[in-house]
């Protein structure tokens, strides 16, 4: 295995000269939609346009990003030909006919996870994409914006834990409740927990163990605190069994306590033929507050790593040379909707929980 500082390495630089790759956003529903900005920006990329029905919305918006213009509708945005992507995180039900429609005028799209909420859906996309050849991009932030998660990736890939059999993966949130909108307790709109917060563990799973497909054994949801919003579901769980042999679980839920300092405990378990490697991604509590943790155990060593501001995302500069060249670096498409599917069959088979 390569030295730990080899695989670090340098953090990514911007891949494109400004102007070269342009880029907009509609659809500001979710806050999301600030670090996917925020990511194709520090890869090069040009932010020329915002549209959101919402004004209060948009004022926010260009508070975070004062060189942005305000688009009259998004028909202006989809008919300008300097655009080369459009970002959203509008509700998610409403994610997949937007990005139909960004595709239809020859542009990519880059949506926020989760990308669908229905399998009839991701069936109507996967057709369009194939019959626009334009990428249809899902920001899984939970791998793809987590500095040890993506340090994970590579050791993995040298060699550090053998081949990955088993992928534990817990994904709490804090809810705040008085913050949400309505959508965010209308099934319909937001899909279910499996399908919402537990598209980024099914993501990483299919990622870490090199699985093409898997199988969901069992789900369960449930609303334990908020029967008031009967359609909500504040805990999730799943087991899925890869087409390789590699098994994952995953938890998800709403019920981070207000004492914890960050928004939700995440952590991943990843088990090899050769060592194991966990990431407290978001904090070390009671001993750190801050983020990138990372433990490694093999027949070498066992070492703790801090990986908080050293690897960078390089997902953003790799999308961007994709998007230019028509290549598929970043993460596959198959990759991208696999995941996606994976939620969704989730989500439809849960037992509910009384």
Same mark, same amino acid.
């Given at each position: ?10 953090k990514?630089q911007?891949v494109c ?6 880029f ?5 529903d979710?806050?999301?939609?600030n670090?996917?900005c ?8 040009t ?8 004004a209060?919305?948009?004022?926010r918006f260009r508070?975070?990003f004062?060189?942005v ?11 300008d030909p300097?655009?080369h992507?459009v ?8 994610r997949?006919r937007l990005?139909i &429609?960004?595709?239809e005028? =020859?542009?990519?799209?880059f949506? !926020?996870?989760?990308p669908? @909420?229905?399998?009839?859906?991701? /069936?109507e996309?996967r057709l369009?994409?194939k019959?626009?050849?334009q990428?249809?991009?899902v920001y899984y ?6 500095e040890?998660a993506i ?6 890939q040298?060699?550090a834990?053998?081949?990955v059999?088993?992928?534990?993966g817990m ?8 913050t949400r909108?309505?959508?965010f ?7 279910g927990?499996?399908c919402?917060?537990?598209s ?12 093409k497909?898997a199988?969901?054994?069992h789900?369960?949801?449930?609303n334990y605190?908020?029967k008031?919003?009967? &359609?909500?579901e504040?805990? =999730?769980?799943?087991?899925?069994? !890869?087409?390789?042999g590699a @098994?994952n679980y995953?938890?998800v /839920?709403w019920?981070t306590?207000?004492?914890?300092g960050t ?13 194991y ?10 001993k ?9 155990v093999?027949?070498e060593?066992?070492?703790?790593i801090?990986l908080?501001?050293k ?6 500069g ?6 230019l060249n028509?290549?598929?670096n970043?993460m ?5 909707f696999?995941a996606?599917?994976?939620c969704?069959r989730a989500?439809?088979?849960?037992v509910q929980?009384?």
């Amino acid at each position: 295995m390569r030295m730990i500082e080899d695989l670090i390495g340098d953090k990514p630089q911007p891949v494109c000269e400004k102007g070269t790759f342009v880029f907009a956003a509609i659809g500001l529903d979710h806050g999301h939609i600030n670090n996917m900005c925020k990511g194709l920006l520090k890869a090069g990329a040009t932010l020329k346009w915002v549209y959101d029905k919402d004004a209060e919305k948009v004022n926010r918006f260009r508070k975070v990003f004062p060189d942005v213009q305000l688009a009259s509708s998004k028909e202006e945005i989809l008919q300008d030909p300097e655009v080369h992507l459009v970002a959203t995180a509008i509700i998610p039900s409403e994610r997949y006919r937007l990005g139909i &429609e960004t595709m239809e005028h =020859g542009k990519d799209f880059f949506t !926020a996870k989760t990308p669908f @909420t229905s399998l009839t859906q991701l /069936d109507e996309v996967r057709l369009k994409v194939k019959e626009t050849k334009q990428k249809y991009a899902v920001y899984y932030s939970e791998r793809l914006g987590v500095e040890s998660a993506i340090f994970a990736g590579r050791l993995i890939q040298a060699g550090a834990i053998g081949r990955v059999i088993q992928v534990l993966g817990m994904g709490p949130h804090r809810l705040r409740l008085g913050t949400r909108p309505d959508w965010f307790f209308k099934k319909e709109q937001y899909g279910g927990i499996l399908c919402d917060i537990g598209s980024h563990q099914i993501e990483q799973f299919l990622f870490y163990t090199g699985a093409k497909d898997a199988q969901v054994a069992h789900s369960k949801v449930g609303n334990y605190n908020l029967k008031e919003y009967p &359609e909500f579901e504040d805990y =999730g769980d799943a087991t899925l069994i !890869a087409d390789n042999g590699a @098994t994952n679980y995953f938890r998800v /839920d709403w019920l981070t306590p207000d004492g914890l300092g960050t928004w939700g405990d995440g952590r991943t378990f990843i088990l090899g033929t050769e060592g194991y490697i966990e990431l407290r991604k978001n904090i070390d509590i009671a001993k750190d507050s801050t983020t990138d943790h990372l433990y490694l155990v093999n027949d070498e060593e066992e070492r703790y790593i801090n990986l908080k501001g050293k690897v960078g995302t390089p997902y953003f500069g790799e999308l961007i040379l994709d998007c230019l060249n028509r290549t598929e670096n970043a993460m596959s498409q198959d990759h991208a909707f696999k995941a996606a599917e994976l939620c969704l069959r989730a989500q439809k088979q849960a037992v509910q929980i009384e």
